[in-house]
């Protein structure tokens, strides 16, 4: 059903054109069989005028087919696009915190492998659709030459029907297990992917993970696939067997019990044996119906609704001027495996005002990223309010609020091009940044498209820097830019690219353990614990060096530096 309601959503024009067509195919092909049968059984009272008919009939039956097929390819096509552009707009449309409690695993298990199994299902609803018409104008036809004998022939078909549905639905629960062992692979392939160093290194611990993680979750996918299908296999081996079954039972039992005369009784069995394709076409078809709809519902356990959308969003509106910015008891808590217990950041207060250069140092874990996180919005505080001159920052203008904001984070995201920049005098600007950041040896940049990303750590984040000096945004937000850095780049960062930002009126916010570069600072804020501390200077020197969160008072600062 999901299935459906998001095919007929998508294109449901073209999924009724090509039923249609491939319908007219069917019916030209059931009057082909009618023609043959009154022909062999000497009903024919003008052989010549049935011939020009039958060839008429063939040519339908061919424009018709074609027809279909060619819209199919369309359909599925179009399909493909869309399902993969709404699954892309929902992730980007989902909040932070839930996509990163999902895991990128999972997302990527749905963009790729779910597209392609329901994009397989949604090329598959025309062929059935034909189908259908097909058995549907077959049944017309015997009917027809007997409705008796036709009354029979559904009570049989009915048996038939529901032995196949008890077969499908037991290999569906092995399909459907067999996809939630999809993610485990993929969680086990990201790991692979990722930690390619560590395993070339560590022998034993490669063998283990070969062994027990990527071998383990493929023998479990395999084991639930290989029985699914085959369940399935065996469900439509006798649902093809009950056709052969069918016409012996009109040729050898139902002369037994009721008198037929030979031209209907071949008629039967003309058309028992032409609609056995159709038919065993559905049933093929069938397990990837299934398996599109355990995609759809692994793709809504996401809290990703597909087709939601009819089209873009309007934009948010340009980012006015501001002059404070102010975070009012806010707290967020989440979930630390390592720990095993929850983390809450919070109660915090903090406010930021144009031309302001803040500094936020603590301990690893002490909450810094993710109050990076509340203050550009990415997070939705649980408690207390962010406030924008006074107006409280909600669902309704989150979007808006976060444009005001440029970010760097510790994992920094290069694109290929400067999207969303506006290309007037950009590769001016760029490769003076290019030679200040010494990259201009390395890449370069044309008509806004940097030649390539394929760089350092160190680099990746100085290039990274250089598309946030470009996007000029109100706020910048800076988290541990500096780690991967050598001194020179350091010294540049900090002494001349921060105050350059500040004197610009940029609110700047850099989370930093450089405590030798304090001083440049208006205000160092320590974190500890998820608490802003009260202290002196030397417990923020402290907390930077130390690298660690601190062990004494919870209670709590902001070291001024001017």
Excluded at 547 to 556: F, K, W
């Amino acid at each position: 059903m999901r299935l459906l309601l998001y095919t007929f959503r998508a294109s449901w024009r073209m999924v009724l054109i090509a039923s249609l067509a491939g319908g007219v195919g069917g019916v030209a092909t059931i009057m082909l069989i009618a023609a043959i049968h009154a022909r062999l059984s000497g009903e024919i009272v003008s052989p010549a005028l049935v011939a020009w008919a039958f060839a008429g009939l063939c040519l339908v039956a061919l424009l018709s087919q074609c027809a279909s097929q060619l819209l199919i390819v369309r359909l599925s096509q179009d399909a493909m696009r869309r399902l993969s552009m709404d699954l892309c707009q929902q992730i980007l449309k989902a909040p932070l915190r839930r996509l990163e409690e999902t895991g990128n695993h999972r997302l990527l298990t749905a963009l790729t492998n779910d597209v392609f199994v329901v994009t397989r299902a949604i090329n598959a609803l025309p062929f059935i659709c034909v189908s259908m018409a097909t058995l549907i104008c077959g049944f017309a036809y015997m009917f027809w030459l007997s409705p008796l004998l036709f009354g029979g022939m559904i009570v049989f078909l009915i048996l038939g029907v529901t032995t196949y549905r008890v077969g499908e639905s037991w290999g569906n629960r092995y399909l459907a297990a067999a996809r939630a062992d999809h993610d485990t692979l993929m969680r086990h392939i990201n790991s692979l992917i990722a930690g390619t160093k560590e395993l070339k290194l560590h022998r034993p611990r490669r063998d283990d993970f070969v062994k027990h993680a990527l071998a383990a979750s493929h023998q479990q996918l395999r084991d639930h696939q290989v029985t699914g299908y085959s369940v399935h296999s065996i469900a439509i081996s006798w649902g093809r067997l009950l056709f052969f079954v069918a016409i012996g039972l009109v040729l050898f039992v139902w002369p037994m019990l009721q008198p037929i005369d030979s031209a209907a009784l071949v008629g039967y069995v003309l058309t028992i044996l032409y609609l056995t394709t159709p038919l065993d076409m559905i049933m093929g078809l069938l397990p990837v119906i299934a398996m599109a709809n355990i995609s759809m519902k692994q793709i809504e356990s996401l809290e990703l609704t597909i087709g939601s959308a009819e089209g873009e969003a309007s934009p948010p509106p340009a980012p006015r001027r501001w002059q404070r910015l102010e975070m009012v008891g806010v707290t967020h808590t989440y979930y630390r495996e390592r720990e095993g217990a929850n983390f809450r950041l919070g109660p915090i207060d903090l406010t930021l005002e144009p031309g302001e250069l803040v500094f936020v140092v603590g301990g690893n874990g002490s909450g810094k990223t993710t109050l990076a996180k509340l203050l550009t919005g990415l997070y939705a505080p649980e408690e207390g309010d962010i406030l924008i001159d006074g107006e409280p920052v909600a669902e309704h203008n989150r979007e808006a609020y976060r444009q005001r904001f440029t970010a760097v984070f510790a994992e920094a995201v290069l694109f290929e091009s400067l999207l969303g920049i506006g290309q007037s005098e950009v590769d001016a600007q760029a490769r003076e940044y290019l030679d200040l950041l010494h990259l201009d040896h390395v890449v370069t940049i044309q008509e806004g498209v940097f030649s390539t990303t394929e760089l350092s750590k160190g680099q990746r984040k100085r290039l990274a820097l250089l598309t946030a000096y470009l996007e000029d945004r109100p706020i910048y937000v800076f988290d541990e830019w500096a780690a991967d850095q050598d001194p020179l780049f350091k010294d540049v960062f900090y002494r001349r690219l921060l105050p350059a930002l500040r004197d610009r009126g940029k609110a700047v916010l850099v989370i930093s353990h450089d405590d030798r570069y304090f001083a440049e600072a208006d205000r160092v804020i320590a974190l500890c614990d998820g608490q802003i501390i009260h202290g002196d200077w030397d417990l923020a020197r402290s907390l930077a060096e130390v690298g660690r969160p601190h062990v004494g008072s919870q209670a709590a600062v902001a070291v001024s530096t001017t």
